[in-house]
């Protein structure tokens, strides 16, 4: 493709060289540049992609798209273009390079802050079930049909995005589900995408180290369903407080979700066991192997999205008695003498509330409750205060650790969590930084018929330390000390 066919869809402020140059690559990383390439100098968190023009032009790009005003030097064999937000042409150019693969699918994004990978999993889940071709862009793991890809990101950016996209056209898949994160919204890693179908689960607090603050961010998961088109549905849970207000400007036909209240989609819950829930959808029964009224919400918003997309419903109801918890999602491992551990991805307050309560309407003072938490580095500050006086409170011991300390020092962020409670509440708390040394504590210290909570880390099998990724999976050490106890 030439460079005019590229950034036809682009707010084009200027452009200096050859319209028509051939362009063999696109990229927004300079040490991906190779001869022929197309550089998109994009302002992102830690670095700025105008600071690498040059290096990109050395390692033989033949165009530039920028969108700041400061090139000084213009090289003859180079067309350079500058757009009004760079940001938004990366995503106008991936779309345009592998022509627009998301119009040739029907893609449905969820959002929202815990419940977005359940979600968007169990629609592919679902989806692949009942026989469609189907792909999935996810925190956990990204799909073309059953071929499995790893991910960096809760949500790609736009070039890999676009990339898989078409690998999912080329491979005849007629659905995709995607995670929708606010920063990939702010950042308009999304931006151009065709979506038929968007859900919102909840909003809590989380990224407070990236949105000023939470009016900000739930402006941004706003925005999203603000772009939906008209043809396509925006179904959101109407038991959370900001369910309507992601509804208020979208033209997109717009359905609701509940459990306490009234909605389009409406769920009650009868049974509660660590094997599932029996619950009603609608008015029909059934058993599904979740726990947790957090679950009830996720697989309530699934029921709703696939009846939007022309689902039926006997069948989809069939499929959700099937379906089996997302990895690291309230995923259970049993010891031979009777002690349950849960693997969690809870990593906000809300989430870790979210299945400690649902742990104790299993439980019902039958055995005690031990949590495992930490948080982790560089990230959030504020929530770990939170995060400390719900273990707390809803636990009968909690033991303090390190998550993904990534370049902070874990005594630190353990600090940050302990400055939460009250004096009484900090001489109960057990501090082991060494999160194996902490996972085995609780289980040594766990009785017959406790449970032990491992939250934070769930599906990830490394632990971040500065820089470094070591190998680390919580369920795996969980499975370690379990065997350890039973010989």
């Given at each position: 493709?030439?460079?005019?066919?590229?950034?036809?869809?682009?707010?084009?402020?200027?452009?200096?060289?050859?319209?028509?140059?051939?362009?063999?690559?696109?990229?927004?990383?300079?040490?991906?540049?190779?001869?022929?390439?197309?550089?998109?100098?994009?302002?992102?968190?830690?670095?700025?992609?105008?600071?690498?023009?040059?290096?990109?032009?050395?390692?033989?790009?033949?165009?530039?798209?920028?969108?700041?005003?400061?090139?000084?030097?213009y090289f003859s064999r180079v067309t350079y273009v500058q757009v009004k937000?760079?940001?938004?042409?990366?995503?106008?150019?991936?779309?345009?390079?592998?022509?627009?693969?998301?119009?040739?699918?029907?893609?449905?994004?969820?959002?929202?802050?815990?419940?977005?990978?359940?979600?968007?999993?169990?629609?592919?889940?679902?989806?692949?079930?009942?026989?469609?071709?189907?792909?999935?862009?996810?925190?956990?793991?990204?799909?073309?049909?059953?071929?499995?890809?790893?991910?960096?990101?809760?949500?790609?950016?736009?070039?890999?995005?676009?990339?898989?996209?078409?690998?999912?056209?080329?491979?005849?898949?007629?659905?995709?589900?995607?995670?929708?994160?606010?920063?990939?919204?702010?950042?308009?890693?999304?931006?151009?995408?065709?979506?038929?179908?968007?859900?919102?689960?909840?909003?809590?607090?989380?990224?407070?180290?990236?949105?000023?603050?939470?009016?900000?961010?739930?402006?941004?998961?706003?925005?999203?369903?603000?772009?939906?088109?008209?043809?396509?549905?925006?179904?959101?849970?109407?038991?959370?407080?900001?369910?309507?207000?992601?509804?208020?400007?979208?033209?997109?036909?717009?359905?609701?979700?509940?459990?306490?209240?009234?909605?389009?989609?409406?769920?009650?819950?009868?049974?509660?066991?660590?094997?599932?829930?029996?619950?009603?959808?609608?008015?029909?029964?059934?058993?599904?192997?979740?726990?947790?009224?957090?679950?009830?919400?996720?697989?309530?918003?699934?029921?709703?999205?696939?009846?939007?997309?022309?689902m039926e419903e006997e069948e989809v109801l069939r499929v959700l008695t099937?379906?089996?918890?997302?990895?690291?999602?309230?995923?259970?491992?049993?010891?031979?003498?009777?002690?349950?551990?849960?693997?969690?991805?809870?990593?906000?307050?809300?989430?870790?509330?979210?299945?400690?309560?649902?742990?104790?309407?299993?439980?019902?003072?039958?055995?005690?409750?031990?949590?495992?938490?930490?948080?982790?580095?560089?990230?959030?500050?504020?929530?770990?205060?939170?995060?400390?006086?719900?273990?707390?409170?809803?636990?009968?011991?909690?033991?303090?650790?390190?998550?993904?300390?990534?370049?902070?020092?874990?005594?630190?962020?353990?600090?940050?969590?302990?400055?939460?409670?009250?004096?009484?509440?900090?001489?109960?708390?057990?501090?082991?930084?060494?999160?194996?040394?902490?996972?085995?504590?609780?289980?040594?210290?766990?009785?017959?018929?406790?449970?032990?909570?491992?939250?934070?880390?769930?599906?990830?099998?490394?632990?971040?330390?500065?820089?470094?990724?070591?190998?680390?999976?919580?369920r795996v050490e969980v499975v370690k000390v379990f065997q350890m106890l039973?010989?």
């Amino acid at each position: 493709m030439n460079v005019s066919e590229l950034i036809s869809g682009c707010d084009v402020v200027a452009l200096k060289g050859d319209r028509v140059a051939e362009v063999t690559t696109i990229t927004s990383d300079s040490r991906t540049v190779v001869p022929g390439s197309l550089f998109i100098a994009v302002e992102g968190i830690c670095t700025d992609g105008h600071a690498y023009i040059g290096k990109a032009i050395e390692q033989g790009a033949v165009a530039v798209v920028y969108d700041k005003p400061m090139i000084e030097e213009y090289f003859s064999r180079v067309t350079y273009v500058q757009v009004k937000s760079s940001a938004i042409a990366l995503a106008q150019i991936a779309g345009e390079w592998y022509g627009h693969p998301s119009k040739n699918l029907k893609l449905v994004g969820v959002t929202g802050t815990n419940g977005k990978t359940t979600v968007a999993t169990l629609l592919y889940n679902l989806f692949r079930r009942m026989g469609y071709p189907a792909g999935l862009l996810s925190t956990v793991a990204n799909y073309v049909n059953d071929e499995k890809y790893a991910t960096t990101h809760t949500t790609l950016d736009p070039i890999s995005l676009n990339g898989l996209l078409s690998q999912m056209v080329d491979a005849g898949c007629e659905y995709a589900f995607i995670e929708v994160s606010s920063h990939a919204i702010h950042q308009k890693r999304t931006y151009g995408l065709h979506f038929v179908g968007g859900v919102y689960t909840n909003l809590t607090q989380d990224h407070m180290d990236y949105h000023k603050n939470m009016l900000e961010y739930r402006d941004v998961k706003k925005s999203f369903f603000d772009s939906l088109p008209e043809e396509a549905f925006a179904l959101v849970n109407s038991d959370d407080r900001n369910g309507a207000i992601m509804l208020q400007n979208t033209k997109a036909k717009s359905k609701t979700y509940s459990v306490r209240g009234m909605g389009d989609f409406k769920a009650r819950v009868f049974e509660k066991h660590f094997d599932g829930s029996d619950v009603e959808f609608n008015g029909k029964a059934l058993s599904v192997q979740f726990v947790g009224l957090f679950n009830v919400y996720n697989l309530l918003a699934v029921y709703g999205a696939a009846l939007m997309l022309g689902m039926e419903e006997e069948e989809v109801l069939r499929v959700l008695t099937l379906l089996t918890p997302v990895a690291g999602r309230f995923e259970t491992i049993r010891s031979s003498k009777g002690v349950t551990a849960i693997v969690d991805y809870a990593h906000t307050p809300d989430a870790l509330t979210n299945v400690l309560d649902a742990i104790h309407e299993v439980l019902q003072g039958r055995g005690n409750l031990l949590t495992v938490v930490g948080c982790g580095g560089n990230r959030d500050r504020t929530k770990r205060p939170l995060m400390a006086i719900e273990a707390v409170r809803l636990s009968d011991r909690a033991l303090f650790t390190s998550d993904n300390p990534r370049f902070e020092e874990p005594e630190a962020i353990l600090q940050d969590m302990l400055d939460g409670l009250s004096e009484e509440q900090q001489g109960s708390v057990l501090t082991i930084v060494d999160r194996r040394e902490a996972i085995k504590t609780a289980c040594l210290l766990a009785k017959p018929g406790d449970v032990v909570l491992i939250a934070g880390k769930g599906h990830e099998d490394y632990q971040e330390v500065k820089g470094v990724r070591y190998p680390f999976d919580d369920r795996v050490e969980v499975v370690k000390v379990f065997q350890m106890l039973d010989n």
